[in-house]
C-alpha cells in the first residue's frame, strides 16, 4: 500500500482565496483525520470521520473550515476564505478499527497564506 | 493545564549517548501509550505502543509507562545521528482518538 496519500505537497496562496487540501487514506482504513500543527500549538485535531461521516468536528476553528469524505478514498479540507493565520502543516491520518489508535500520517500539506 | 504535557526542547546529545524523553498526562482514564517519530518535513510515524504499565523494548528503544505517576518516557540506547527528529507521545482512552503532546526537538551530533 501507498499510505496515506496527500495533495498538494506545499500550497501558498494570498489572503482571500479558497484553499483545498486533499487525502487518500489507506484502504480498509474507516477512520480519517484531520490535523493541523504549528510550532505554537503543536498537532490539533480538526476533525474526524468514521466509515465516512463527521464524527466530531469541534476542532474546526471557525466556519471558514469545512470537511467533507465523499467516498472512503477520498477526503477534503477546504479553507474559504484563507487568512495569514492558517499558515500551518495540515496532516490527514488513517485507522482501521482493528488497528485502533494506531495512526497512519500522510506527509502534509505545508500551506502558506500571505 | 493541558492533557498532555511535553518538554519541546531541543534535545541535544553526542552520538552515542542515551537519551531519555518524557510526558506527563493529567487523565487517569488513558490507558494506552504511543510514542511517534516525526522526520522533518514528513509526517509522525509511529514507533512504539503499549498498552500497559510497565516497559516495553524495541531494539534501541524502551517505552516506560507510570500510570501510577501519570508518566510515560522513550529512551534511545546508542543514539545516532539518524535519530535526530522530533518524537511525540500520543496517549488515548481507547476511543480512537489520541491526543498529542506537541512534541520534544532531538539533535544527535556526531
Known amino acids: 500500500d501507498a499510505g496515506v496519500i496527500q495533495s498538494p505537497r506545499h500550497e501558498v496562496t494570498e489572503m482571500g482565496q479558497e484553499v483545498t487540501l486533499r487525502c487518500k487514506p489507506i ?26 461521516v463527521p464524527i466530531d468536528d469541534s476542532g474546526m476553528p471557525e466556519d471558514r473550515f469545512s470537511a467533507k ?38 506527509s502534509g500539506t505545508q500551506l502558506s497564506v500571505l | 493545564q493541558k492533557e498532555v504535557e511535553q518538554d519541546p526542547g531541543p534535545l541535544s546529545v553526542p552520538e552515542g549517548a542515551i537519551v531519555s524523553l518524557n510526558c506527563t498526562y ?63 507521545c500520543a496517549i488515548s482512552g481507547g476511543s480512537y482518538i489520541p491526543t498529542f503532546g506537541r512534541g520534544t526537538s532531538l539533535i544527535v551530533h556526531p
Open chain 1, 27 to 52: 484502504s480498509g482504513h474507516d477512520y480519517l483525520f484531520w490535523y493541523r500543527q504549528t510550532m505554537m500549538r503543536g498537532l490539533e485535531l480538526l476533525i474526524y470521520f468514521n466509515n465516512n
Open chain 1, 69 to 106: 469524505m465523499p467516498n472512503a478514498s477520498f477526503s477534503t479540507l477546504k479553507i474559504q476564505p484563507s487568512e495569514p493565520r492558517d499558515s500551518a502543516v495540515y496532516f490527514c491520518a488513517s485507522t482501521g478499527t482493528n488497528g485502533g489508535e494506531k495512526l497512519f500520517f500522510g
Open chain 2, 26 to 88: 493529567s487523565n487517569s482514564a488513558f490507558q494506552y501509550f504511543m510514542w511517534y517519530r516525526q522526520y522533518s518535513r514528513k509526517g509522525p510515524e509511529l514507533l512504539m505502543y503499549t498498552y500497559s504499565s510497565g516497559n516495553k523494548e524495541d531494539g534501541r528503544f524502551t517505552a516506560q509507562v507510570d500510570k501510577s505517576s501519570k508518566y510515560i518516557s522513550l529512551f534511545i540506547r546508542d543514539s545516532q545521528p539518524s535519530d535526530s527528529a522530533t518524537y511525540l
